[in-house]
């Protein structure tokens, strides 16, 4: 089992639709938990990062975490073409005294007008 | 401009010929890290470094070599590249790993798309 798993995608939705994107971890002891978002032949950037259990808001994006479900989601709404890119999921999890972080393979979105 | 360089952007060579790809921030990061890319498999750590003269392992480090003799500098070297070496290589890095919220957030090079024949 990978120790983050996205769905790779395609997840195609329509412009003005809501965006779900979702990953899972199997390390319980996992502390932080981020999304960066990658342009096509671009670096990736950090676009949300969630320590707690709940929902946090920024803008048109919203993490969800579970840590009993060992889940973290990223939704984006009213999504525009410029969100169509590759998201990646990363988590931290402590590591003999180094806090690892370990990407998932990523979603790729693809927002049609 | 707070930036993290990475030269070159594209490098073809082949198998055995050593090569070094330079990292370079402006940003007094302490932690530095090497990544690979590949297709399905996303984003897999090569090796990190937490301050100068440390550095250690990360998932993927076969083949490959680094050296944090100054802070702002992450070199890493293919002493004997591999055609299995061919990928996408990022260099980043943040001011810290702690679970400071922004603090921790990764800044990536462009990019080095090596070939390996």
């Known amino acids: 089992q990978k120790e983050v798993e996205q769905n790779s995608g395609p997840l195609s939705v329509p412009e003005g639709a809501i965006a779900s994107l979702n990953c899972t971890y199997s390390?319980?002891?996992?502390?932080?938990f981020f999304w960066y978002r990658q342009y096509s032949g671009k670096s990736p950037e950090l676009i949300m990062f969630?320590?707690?259990?709940g929902d946090k808001e920024d803008g048109r994006f919203t993490a969800q975490l579970n840590k009993a479900s060992q889940y973290v989601s990223l939704l984006i709404r009213d999504s525009q073409p410029s969100d169509s890119a590759t998201y990646l999921c990363?988590?931290?999890?402590?590591?003999?005294?180094?806090?690892?972080?370990?990407f998932g393979a990523g979603t790729r979105l693809a927002v049609h007008p | 401009e707070a930036q993290v360089t990475q030269n070159p952007r594209y490098l073809i060579t082949v198998t055995g010929k050593k090569l070094t790809v330079t990292c370079s921030q402006n940003?007094?990061?302490?932690?530095m890290s090497w990544y690979r890319q590949d297709p399905g498999l996303g984003l897999r750590q090569i090796y990190y470094?937490?301050?100068?003269?440390?550095?250690d392992k990360g998932d993927v480090p076969e083949g490959y070599k680094v050296s944090r003799k100054e802070k702002r500098n992450f070199p890493l070297i293919l002493e004997s590249p591999s055609p299995n070496q061919t990928s996408l290589y990022f260099c980043?890095?943040?001011?810290?790993?702690?679970?400071?919220?922004?603090?921790?957030?990764?800044?990536f090079g462009s990019g080095t798309q090596l070939s390996v024949l």
């Open positions: 980043a890095s943040s001011l810290s790993t702690l679970g400071q919220g922004w603090r921790e957030k990764l800044f």
């Open positions: 390390d319980r002891g996992s502390q932080s």
């Open positions: 969630i320590y707690s259990n």
């Open positions: 990363a988590v931290r999890v402590p590591s003999g005294g180094y806090n690892k972080l370990i």
């Open positions: 940003m007094n990061h302490e932690y």
């Open positions: 470094s937490m301050n100068v003269e440390v550095t």
